[in-house]
């Protein structure tokens, strides 16, 4: 069983979520809800649960100050939010969790057998790439955070050449040659990637820097040669999105 804490300061939500666990996540064990930061800090302290639930607007403290309090953070985070820009983009750039409310049973359950899959909690650099987004200090990040099988890698987005999907994994290409295999899937990819203009999906199965584009070859969907010699197909779907960059002359 996963022993799980809930924190949301509206008791209805605390509600909801509990019956939804019960109902669609058997493994999962909620062994206290709390409607603040503090009481939920005091229930971590007391269950040490392997999932916290995290609501990111709360009165007093909010989720992103809880997570602060911690040097290292002992537990998995699936934060729980309303519909915020902002702080959905700063949780995707930093790879982490998240859920909209209402929370949808289906997306419920998909976060929870990611976090069951996984073999590692989130790295304090995660976090902190979150909250320097929030404080509007994205621009002196660079990076973006790759979750990997083994934790996660900080990784340059300009670096990246293009993505391959395999499944439920993304293998990243770099610059300098190494392949990054990335524990998620190639549309979680592009949405975390959504904010830098020089990333395409050109086919289902590829995404490209357009800056490391050397060729096109036309064809039905034609095909684009690397600056690494690799050749990527371009879906039929697709090319019209691929030459409208080439009739802007740039990304």
Excluded at 57 to 83: A, C, D, H, R, W
Aim: hydrophobic content about 40%; charged content about 25%; proline content about 4%.
């Amino acid at each position: 069983m996963i022993k799980a804490v809930i924190i949301d300061d509206e008791l209805h939500c605390l509600d909801t979520l509990s019956i939804q666990l019960s109902d669609y996540c058997k493994d999962v064990e909620v062994v206290a809800t709390c409607l603040s930061a503090r009481e939920g800090m005091e229930a971590i302290d007391r269950f040490a649960p392997e999932l916290v639930f995290l609501d990111i607007e709360m009165p007093g403290m909010n989720g992103f100050e809880m997570l602060m309090q911690y040097k290292q953070v002992p537990f998995s985070v699936i934060f729980t939010t309303s519909y915020n820009q902002y702080a959905i983009k700063a949780i995707k750039f930093s790879a982490l969790d998240y859920l909209l409310k209402p929370v949808d049973p289906k997306e419920l359950a998909e976060a929870v057998e990611k976090i069951r899959m996984k073999q590692h909690k989130p790295g304090r650099e995660q976090f902190d790439m979150m909250m320097g987004y929030m404080q509007q200090k994205v621009h002196r990040f660079h990076n973006i955070a790759i979750p990997t099988i083994e934790g996660f890698e900080l990784v340059p987005a300009a670096e990246i050449e293009w993505c391959e999907a395999e499944d439920n994994y993304t293998h990243l290409h770099l610059k300098d040659g190494r392949k990054i295999t990335a524990c998620r899937t190639l549309r979680e990819v592009e949405e975390q990637l959504k904010d830098y203009s020089f990333f395409l999906r050109v086919h289902h199965s590829y995404m490209v820097n357009l800056n490391e584009i050397a060729r096109y070859i036309r064809g039905e969907g034609g095909y684009l040669v690397m600056n690494d010699g690799v050749t990527i197909n371009v879906s039929r779907s697709r090319k019209e999105s691929l030459m409208q960059v080439f009739d802007r002359g740039r990304p």
